[in-house]
């Protein structure tokens, strides 16, 4: 700015003199369109529930030997998917009355490390919509896994009683019109009989079971306060983007200024005087 190579702490209170004025409108430019945002930013809430989700097989009711693995469980990300459904997601969207796709941006699952229990939380424009769509969200997701269990156990069921009926055709072929004396197939038909004794016991079993799974621990309470409690970062984040650019536009003006007298002098900054016309009488 002085023409030394290391500007001094002087020159930066010169560029301010000289730039007051640019630097102070861009600032307050910045501000104002800080505060404009935050009186024009609508308030969101944001109501929250816990849902918990018991592991159950995907194929109840199943018995297995001691040699076999444990049948398959529905797990934590299986159950965040069912609460993201489109199922779920339209029901919210209705309630919000807003679109699915935005409906799907308002409704968060999260689930605690080494934990069984979703934390559902949905914003809405007022505490009575982000109420209302969580505990249409839940209701959705409890209904709906419900019914994907019960769809389950029914068609294990069938399987069951299928396979019933073929060991009972096989059973009767092999009993059919004579009394069965031949050892082998003796044990063939107690095996027949054990198999269908334990099949009927599956089958009892899921008769009796309970298909409701999951249950809201903590129910949603009506939001108090709106989400944005820190209306003074717009204004403020603004406010130094205007002083960043009044600093960029002075420095702009420093240049132009300094570049304005080489160019109608004609000579270089280092010159010691300009260059003296020469005479006709002096070229002779």
Known sequence: M????????????????????????TTVLGLAAGVAQSLLTPDTYTATAQVFAPATPVH?????????????????????????SSAVVGRVATALGVGPEAAAELLV????ANTRVLTVSVRGATPERALNGVGVATDAYLALREQIIAGARQRH???????????????????KGRITRDARARSRRQALIRQIDKME?????????????????????????????????????????????????GARRDRRRGARPERASGHLPGDARPPQPISRRTAA
């Open 201 to 249: 016991k599956q089958v009892s079993a899921l008769q009796q079971q309970d298909t409701a799974g999951g249950e809201v621990v903590r129910a949603a309470v009506r939001p108090r306060r709106p989400d944005r409690n820190n209306t003074e970062v717009p204004p403020v984040s603004y406010a130094a983007v205007g002083m960043l650019a009044g600093i960029g536009l």
């Open 2 to 25: 002085s023409g030394r190579p290391d500007p001094v702490l002087s020159d930066y209170f010169g560029f301010a003199r000289r730039n007051l004025l640019v630097i102070g409108v």
């Open 60 to 84: 109840p009711g199943l018995e297995r030997d001691p040699d076999q693995r444990l049948p398959r469980e529905m797990t934590v990300d299986t159950e965040t998917r069912i609460m993201r």
């Open 109 to 112: 699952v999260t689930v605690p």
């Open 157 to 175: 069921l069938e399987a069951l009683q299928s396979r019933i009926g073929v060991l009972e055709s096989r059973l009767a072929a092999l009993t």
